[in-house]
C-alpha cells in the first residue's frame, strides 16, 4: 500500500471513529438510508437496461430498507444478543469441563471474563438496546480513532511513497 492511499484510509477510519463517537445511534438509521438508496438507484439502473423483473426486485427492497430499516435491526440486534447469551453460557460451560485454569488467579479471572462478560452484552442488549448501542458505538467510537490517529502517524512517519 502507498504511503498516500494508507494515509487516506487512516484518516477516513479516524473520521468513521469520530462520527461512530457523535452519531451513536444514528449511524444505524443512516447506514440503512445510504444502504436503500444504493439497491434503488440500483433497481433504477436495471430497469434502464430494460432488467425489469430485477430492477423491480431491487427497488422494492431499498424501499423496505428505508421503511422498515428500524425494524429490521430491531431484530438482528435480539438475535446478535440470544448469540451473546448461548455462547458466553456455552464457553463458560467448556471452561468448567475442561477445568481450565491460569498460572495464577488473575489469569483465571481473565479467562472467565470474556464469556461472562458475553452474556452481560447480550442481556444488555436485550433490555436495554439504545443505552448498549450507543456505547457500543462509542468504545467503536474510540478503537477506530486511535487506529486511524496511530495510522496517520505511521504514513507521515514512513519513508516510502
Do not use: R
Request: hydrophobic share 65%; aromatic share 12%.
Amino acid at each position: 500500500m502507498t504511503k498516500k492511499s494508507s494515509l487516506f484510509i487512516s484518516i477516513l477510519t479516524a473520521v468513521i471513529g469520530l462520527l461512530f463517537i457523535i452519531l451513536k445511534n444514528d449511524v444505524i438509521g443512516i447506514s440503512m438510508t445510504i444502504i436503500g438508496v444504493f439497491l434503488i438507484v440500483m433497481g433504477v439502473l436495471y430497469l434502464i437496461d430494460k432488467l425489469f423483473l430485477s430492477g423491480v426486485i431491487w427497488i422494492v427492497i431499498g424501499v423496505v430498507i428505508i421503511v422498515f430499516g428500524w425494524v429490521l435491526a430491531t431484530v438482528v440486534i435480539y438475535i446478535l444478543a440470544v448469540y451473546f447469551i448461548i455462547s458466553g453460557i456455552i464457553n463458560i460451560i467448556n471452561l468448567i469441563k475442561a477445568h481450565t485454569k491460569g498460572t495464577n488467579f488473575l489469569y483465571t479471572l481473565l479467562i472467565y471474563a470474556f464469556p461472562v462478560f458475553s452474556i452481560i452484552i447480550g442481556i444488555l442488549l436485550c433490555f436495554n438496546q439504545g443505552g448498549t448501542i450507543a456505547w457500543i458505538f462509542i468504545v467503536c467510537g474510540i478503537l477506530l480513532l486511535i487506529d486511524g490517529i496511530v495510522g496517520i502517524v505511521q504514513s507521515l512517519v514512513s519513508k516510502e511513497k
